[in-house]
DNA sequence: CCGATATTGATGCAGTTGCATTTACATGGA
DNA sequence: TCCATGTAAATGCAACTGCATCAATATCGG
């Protein structure tokens, strides 16, 4: 039952490789950026945008799977971001095992902070790179990979 | 001084969060189909690799740069791998402060043992996607990202 | 040759992650 | 109603990471 095994092409293994570079070279790069102005991480940001995006709240499980996260990881991090004073924890109406998450004003705050040195960070590492240039074809592509649906998660703002 | 910052455009933002999305996914997929055929990280792969591709051992210091970590991170990675068995060290002729890592036979096993479980969920991963019949532009596009050259490394064999 | 400086690799510590399990609540069926 | 099962979120523990620093050389200038 086992299938003899037929390995990857050379053009697979060069875009795995290039994929793998690039993305850890990317998001150092970013990282690096955000320690360096004396923000928090990277990870912090997508949950705060997330949470400002739902003014009405939103509980942890629904933030999960938008964050590509494990379950205990993101309920650590939020932990860490109600410590921080950037997120609140309020009862979900209705079911008393959830919680509602809601920013802070600080929360709001410093994400905001974070937009221009994430940004500037996103735009030293594309602009004049051929990958610019072919942004959406680039785009389509690595969608293509995840399986679905492009999702209309975006951190711009 | 400042520059009044020039946010990126929506189609690098896009390409960016489709790239960390994507990185993520794969890099999962992988280190999960490893995890349960019982083999050790993908990280170790590369690290064996390299030493497998130097017959006459390599220095900690060599291998670095070629795999993206930093100091201390590949200083215990090493010290894991020789703990497994599947390094060793030896004194490095000419410098004592040095070293020479070579693989044991466990270790240019295990590697083996790797590969077809690793070349495995790339073709799963890659296969029937956009970026499969688009792989040479795609990894052009990546490498032009991270700076420079476009590394001879690839985990193949 | 001597001392200042640089390089190689390791390590103590605090913070973070993965894994498995736990606690608390919800739901559906007898 | 009561129990079995399912879901939401947290947590104990071991492993891993980042950071700063260290010890042991090596190298360079005088």
Redesign the pocket.
């Known amino acids: 039952m086992d299938e003899p095994f037929t390995p990857p092409s050379t053009e697979i293994v060069a875009v795995w490789t290039a994929l793998m570079r690039a993305s850890r070279h990317l998001r150092d790069a970013v990282e690096a950026d955000l320690?360096q102005a004396g923000l928090p991480?990277l990870?912090w940001y997508d949950v705060l945008w997330e949470i400002e995006q739902a003014p009405d709240g939103i509980?942890?499980?629904?933030l999960?799977p938008r964050l590509l996260?494990?379950?205990?990881?993101?309920?650590?991090?939020?932990?860490?971001l109600v410590a921080a004073g950037y997120v609140t924890?309020r009862p979900?109406p209705?079911?008393?095992?959830?919680?509602l998450l809601h920013l802070t004003e600080a929360g709001r705050s410093v994400r905001r902070a974070m937009w221009p040195v994430y940004g500037a960070a996103l735009t030293r590492s594309f602009v004049g790179t051929a990958a610019e240039a072919e942004a959406p074809r680039l785009a389509a592509l690595l969608n293509g990979l995840t399986g679905k649906a492009p999702r209309p998660q975006a951190p711009i703002a």
């Open positions: 320690k991480p990870d509980r942890p499980n629904a999960e996260l494990p379950q205990y990881g993101l309920s650590r991090l939020i932990a860490r924890r979900s209705g079911d008393r095992r959830g919680q």
